[in-house]
């Protein structure tokens, strides 16, 4: 009698709804009451409609839709205490003790504190008389899964985030799309992709769609990257190529940590090239549009495992998060993994590029 609750928080990806459908589907087959909370953490704190009980049915047709149905949010109301003793409430009065948390490493690391003070919040809301000792007993425990919604594939012990093979089909087409139109005149594109500290969708989309050059944040080039650029352009013309693709992470940055932008590449090809050099930044579309059928999939055998997990959790148990590991959906400690992604921003915040990407490992 015990419910369990999912959300979605910080940037949306595609198959976000199919990971909502599963967990609720799960959900409702091992015959658990199932929630949406809607607009992230935000609505667990405002509580009332935000909250609503799911069926079978509210969840029909969204596999293939991009972004999530149940809206996303970053929310300031929830890094207070205050605001996490609203939410804290809003989930017992519904009698909701389990959470599944879709979102990055922000987010999961918000549920495991939410998560270490929930005994503290039950104290404090049982003083002052908003919940009954019956109800203290009865939800002591509030037991947290995440699942990773990124296209940036930058967290830690997962082979894949739920998004990043859709935002990388989109990049792969914007790319295709870009190289007949270079190709006729004979033009340099310089396009920026996402990926903020990370340069998986840079590198892979760079590899997949012949790339003459990539920069990403964790390789950073010496400070002469402009000589060694040029060289490799001129070259790739010079046997015959008619265009060339430049492929922009938007965290890059030389090895002294300044910033390399579409538009330093641009001018660089300009003044020493005389190419005639375009820049396109692709942005928000790649978060956008249908889920890939591999990111449905994961996202709905990640679905199913987070409710599994939840359901078999005992009061020992560590907040995990559903990991793509080969291609086994698997639990791992979810403050394990936060750490170590956190571990990888700080090393690239101080220039340690071999420390991050060993950090980083297989994710
Ligand atoms: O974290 C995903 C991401 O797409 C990053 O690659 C990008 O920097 C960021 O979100 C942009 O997010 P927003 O526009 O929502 O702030």
């Known amino acids: 009698d015990k419910g369990l609750a ?3 928080s910080g940037g949306d990806s595609q198959g976000m709804n199919a990971a909502v459908r599963a967990c609720v589907r799960m959900a409702i087959y091992l015959g658990c009451k199932a929630y949406f909370i809607r607009e992230g953490y935000q609505g667990m704190v405002d509580g009332g409609e935000y909250i609503q009980e799911a069926n079978w049915a509210s969840v029909s047709s969204i596999i293939h839709r991009g972004g999530t149905i149940i809206g996303s949010a970053r929310c300031k109301d929830f890094r207070e205490r205050a605001g996490r003793l609203k939410a804290a409430n809003n989930l017992i009065q519904r009698g909701i003790t389990n959470l599944v948390v879709i979102g990055g490493d922000g987010s999961l690391t918000g549920a495991n ?3 270490q003070e929930w005994s503290s919040l039950l104290e404090e809301l ?3 008389g908003t919940i009954t000792e019956e109800q203290r007993k009865k939800f002591d425990v509030l037991h947290i899964v995440g699942l990773v919604g990124s296209i940036d594939n930058d967290f830690c012990g997962t082979d894949m985030t739920i998004g990043t ?10 790319i295709d799309a870009i190289s007949s139109t270079a190709y006729s005149h004979q033009r340099t594109f310089i396009m920026e992709v996402m990926g903020r500290h990370c340069g998986y969708l840079a590198l ?4 997949a769609s012949e790339a003459d050059f990539i920069f990403i944040p964790e390789m950073p080039p010496k400070t002469d990257w402009p000589d060694r650029l040029c060289v490799q352009l001129a070259q790739e013309r010079s046997a015959g190529q008619r265009l060339n693709i430049v492929i922009v992470a938007e965290g890059a940055m030389d090895r002294e940590g300044n910033p390399i932008t579409a538009e330093h590449v641009k001018k660089v090809i300009d003044d020493r090239l005389k190419h005639d050099a375009r820049i396109t930044v692709l942005g928000h579309v790649q978060r956008g549009g249908n889920p890939s059928a591999f990111d449905r999939i994961l996202a709905c055998r990640m679905g199913a495992e987070a409710t599994l997990a939840l359901m078999e959790a005992t009061e020992e148990s560590v907040p995990v998060v559903i990991s793509l590991d080969g291609n086994q959906a698997v639990r791992v400690p979810l403050m394990e993994c936060v750490e170590r992604t956190q571990a990888v921003a700080k090393a690239m915040a101080e220039r ?8 980083r490992g297989r994710s």
């Not at 892979?204 to 590899?207: I, K, R, Y």
């Not at 340690?352 to 950090?359: C, E, F, H, N, S």
Request: no cysteine; glycine share 6%; charged share 30%.
């Open 165 to 174: 093979d859709s935002a990388l089909h989109r990049i792969i087409e914007a």
């Open 204 to 207: 892979v989309g760079g590899l």
């Open 352 to 359: 340690r590029w071999a420390d991050a990407v060993k950090l």
């Open 113 to 115: 504190l939410f998560r």
């Open 126 to 128: 049982l003083k002052d």
């Open 6 to 8: 999912v959300f979605t």
